[in-house]
Every structure is written in C-alpha cells, then in structure tokens.
C-alpha cells in the first residue's frame, strides 16, 4: 500500500541542524534555528523553571487528564500576563483561554474552528511570514493569502501593508504578528497598530494575533500593546501564544488560544466549540510545561526572577543587534546593516540573498535559512567579528 508513496525534501530548518552537527569547522555558527542562545552557544533551562519544578516534584499527586481546556491555573496567568490585570474584556468574562501544544498547536486548533464555524473565508498573512503559518491553514482548508510587509529595499512597508489590507473582503481573517516579527524583525509603532485596528474594524475583519515573543521585543507590557488594543477596542478576535521563548519551555509544548467574544454568553459558546476541536484534534494537552508556568506566576518571588531573566535574555539580545552593526564598521558596511539594531527579537532579515546565504554555509560555515534570515541570538561575542567579516565577503 506504501509503494506510491514519494519521498519529499525534509524540513529547511531541520536540515540546517543535521548539516550544522556535521560541519567538523571549529568556527561554525548556527543561526538559523529559532531557539535562544546564551554566549556558549546553550540554550539554558531558565533558574526559575527549575525551582518550579522543584516545588512540583514534591506537591504534584497525579498524572491524569487535564481536560481539553487544560490547566485553569495556567490559563487563568497566562491571559492576565496577555490582556493585562486591569482589562475590561477579562472582568466581563469575554475572553475564553484554551492551552495548546505550543504556539503552532493553538495554530492549527484556531484553524480548525475558524475552517468548520467561520468557512469560506480566507487567512491573510503577511509577506514574509513565519513558513509554517501557510502550511498549518492551508492544511486545515482554509485558503491562504498574502498582504505585502517588507519592500525591496529590506524595510517595513507599512503603506502597501495598510493598503492592501483596505482590500481584504468583509469577513476574512487577518493574521498579525504580536511582536518580534518572524523572520523579519520589524515591529509595528502605536500608531501603525492604531490605524491597523481602524482598517479592520472598518473592513469588519477578523484579527488573529500571533504572539509567540511576548516579552522578547521591549518588555512584557510594551510588547503587548497592539493585543490589548484590540482587545479593548474590538467584539471579536483569536489570540496565540506560546511560553517557548519567554519561559524557554521549547520541548515542553507549551501554548493557549484565546478567543475574545462580544458578551459572556457567546464566550461560553465558542468555548464548546473549541473544546470539540481540540478534542477531535489531540484530546488534551500536555501538563508539565504549563504547570511549570502556573508555578512561576503564581508566586510573587518566582515571577520577579523571572521577569528579570527573560529581561536578560532580551538585553542580551538587542545588545547584540548592535554590537553587530557596529562590526560591520570596518568593512563600511555600518550604514547599510543598521537596520538590524532596529528590529525587534530573535530574528533578523538580513537583506541577503539565497546565494550568499549559500556562500556563508559553504565557505564560512556559518547557517542561516535561504531567504536570509538570522537568528540574531546565535550570535556571541566571541563570532560577531568572524561573521561580520564573511557577511562582507559575500556582498562585496
């Protein structure tokens, strides 16, 4: 029965580790994998989730389901770190919070309810955007279209952004990175966010806000101010999230769905019906990553320190962005990269084409994906004048 079945080309990213893990060159550097690095190149298990683990190591007293909405203590944290303690739609008990395996899991568990309650509509994604955003919504059914965001000048083009989404039929789904744009880096301002919500409450869209980074761009609060405008402002919107960066839980699978309805009682619908996807989809979701966060936010001193770890990990990783241009200096190149101190989060797009990225892998040994992406926290001290110096190379 398996004899017509072909073979495919594997996934991008994860070729890039298995010829990374290969490549025998003392100065390799990996930046193409979307996991934060510290200076040696680990990526830590953060001291907090630690002690939480601790703590649940002595006080957990079972491994049974925990139901297809999952963990309440975990979803109950998680949507007050989103919308924030004071928001109006939390206290009108508007907003219904499923937890997911991972961010990509309250993806596909969006796309599946959007596909059997809300069909024929279309998603629109921005161009670029995260790869797996078209394959998740396409494979769920719903068909994929693309809203322009950077130019060909490796700049946000918020004008054509904005124009195009003055087109997006009446009904259709507009899909919105949060903060830390992936793969491009480049973040929207208030006023842009303000004059996105105009367009969407005009052209009656519905928003879906990807927030994978939060806390990961300039700050818990700072990073969540395009969600909880929307939040504010709108009846209806879809929110997902993920704990992979800004906890480090990335195997952990770690995610939540937030669906904000007009009222009460419409909430308490939609959230049947969410649960009837998941469901159909993977029953229920893991336990230890979100019990993991429930700890932490639960208390008072644990989320102090975590607060200043991921404020580490985001220092860590805009002084990099920096001192990154900087070293482009001696090659003259300082002006034309200096986008990069500007953008937001893990990743850069860089602006060079598949050919050089392919020079820097063959000659350098240096790995970042086709289209020019960088993980700007595979960086280190230690490889920024390495890099800088190949980069300039292959656009020379």
């Given at each position: 029965?398996?004899?017509?079945?072909?073979?495919?080309?594997?996934?991008?990213?994860?070729?890039?580790?298995?010829?990374?893990?290969?490549?025998?060159?003392?100065?390799?550097?990996?930046?193409?994998?979307?996991?934060?690095?510290?200076?040696?190149?680990?990526?830590?298990?953060?001291?907090?989730?630690?002690?939480?683990?601790?703590?649940?190591?002595?006080?957990?007293?079972?491994?049974s389901y925990i139901g297809s909405h999952g963990d309440s203590r975990y979803t109950e944290a998680v949507t007050r770190m989103v919308v924030g303690e004071d928001s109006a739609a939390l206290k009108a008990r508007r907003i219904s919070t499923t937890q997911t395996p991972g961010g990509t899991g309250a993806l596909r568990l969006a796309a599946d309810f959007l596909k059997a309650h809300l069909p024929n509509r279309a998603i629109w994604l921005s161009d670029p955007t995260w790869p797996n955003h078209p394959a998740i919504f396409d494979a769920a059914g719903i068909e994929v279209k693309h809203y322009p965001y950077v130019n060909a000048d490796n700049r946000l083009d918020f004008e054509a952004m904005l124009?195009?989404?003055?087109?997006?039929?009446?009904?259709?789904?507009?899909?919105?990175?949060?903060?830390?744009?992936?793969?491009?880096?480049?973040?929207?301002?208030?006023?842009?966010?303000?004059?996105?919500?105009?367009?969407?409450?005009?052209?009656?869209?519905?928003?879906?806000?990807?927030?994978?980074?939060?806390?990961?761009?300039?700050?818990?609060?700072?990073?969540?101010?395009?969600?909880?405008?929307?939040?504010?402002?709108?009846?209806?919107?879809?929110?997902?999230?993920?704990?992979?960066?800004?906890?480090?839980?990335?195997?952990?699978?770690?995610?939540?769905?937030?669906?904000?309805?007009?009222?009460?009682?419409?909430?308490?619908?939609?959230?049947?019906?969410?649960?009837?996807?998941?469901?159909?989809?993977?029953?229920?979701?893991?336990?230890?990553?979100?019990?993991?966060?429930?700890?932490?936010?639960?208390?008072?001193?644990?989320?102090?320190?975590?607060?200043?770890?991921?404020?580490?990990?985001?220092?860590?990783?805009?002084?990099?962005?920096?001192?990154?241009?900087?070293?482009?200096?001696?090659?003259?190149?300082?002006?034309?990269?200096?986008?990069?101190?500007?953008?937001?989060?893990?990743?850069?797009?860089?602006?060079?084409?598949?050919?050089?990225?392919?020079?820097?892998?063959?000659?350098?040994?240096?790995?970042?994906?086709?289209?020019?992406?960088?993980?700007?926290?595979?960086?280190?001290?230690?490889?920024?004048?390495?890099?800088?110096?190949?980069?300039?190379?292959?656009?020379?």
């Amino acid at each position: 029965m398996f004899e017509r079945i072909e073979r495919v080309p594997g996934d991008a990213i994860l070729g890039l580790i298995e010829a990374y893990q290969q490549d025998t060159n003392p100065q390799k550097v990996d930046l193409g994998v979307g996991v934060y690095r510290d200076d040696q190149g680990r990526t830590p298990v953060l001291a907090t989730v630690k002690k939480a683990e601790e703590q649940l190591c002595q006080s957990e007293v079972t491994k049974s389901y925990i139901g297809s909405h999952g963990d309440s203590r975990y979803t109950e944290a998680v949507t007050r770190m989103v919308v924030g303690e004071d928001s109006a739609a939390l206290k009108a008990r508007r907003i219904s919070t499923t937890q997911t395996p991972g961010g990509t899991g309250a993806l596909r568990l969006a796309a599946d309810f959007l596909k059997a309650h809300l069909p024929n509509r279309a998603i629109w994604l921005s161009d670029p955007t995260w790869p797996n955003h078209p394959a998740i919504f396409d494979a769920a059914g719903i068909e994929v279209k693309h809203y322009p965001y950077v130019n060909a000048d490796n700049r946000l083009d918020f004008e054509a952004m904005l124009a195009a989404l003055k087109e997006v039929p009446e009904g259709d789904i507009v899909l919105l990175h949060a903060c830390c744009h992936n793969p491009t880096g480049f973040d929207l301002s208030e006023d842009q966010w303000r004059k996105i919500l105009d367009v969407v409450q005009s052209r009656g869209l519905l928003p879906l806000i990807d927030f994978a980074y939060q806390g990961f761009g300039d700050g818990l609060d700072q990073d969540a101010f395009g969600v909880r405008l929307f939040v504010e402002t709108l009846d209806e919107m879809l929110i997902t999230t993920s704990c992979s960066k800004n906890f480090g839980l990335y195997r952990e699978r770690t995610g939540s769905l937030m669906v904000l309805a007009a009222d009460e009682e419409q909430m308490q619908n939609v959230r049947t019906q969410v649960a009837i996807a998941a469901r159909e989809n993977y029953s229920t979701p893991p336990s230890h990553g979100a019990a993991v966060v429930a700890e932490i936010l639960s208390s008072q001193t644990l989320t102090e320190q975590w607060k200043q770890e991921l404020a580490d990990m985001r220092g860590r990783i805009n002084g990099l962005r920096s001192d990154f241009v900087a070293a482009f200096r001696p090659h003259g190149l300082e002006e034309r990269f200096a986008f990069i101190a500007d953008q937001r989060g893990m990743f850069s797009y860089t602006g060079l084409t598949q050919k050089q990225v392919k020079r820097l892998r063959d000659e350098f040994s240096i790995y970042m994906v086709g289209s020019g992406r960088a993980n700007i926290a595979g960086l280190s001290e230690a490889s920024l004048d390495y890099v800088a110096s190949a980069i300039a190379t292959v656009v020379k």
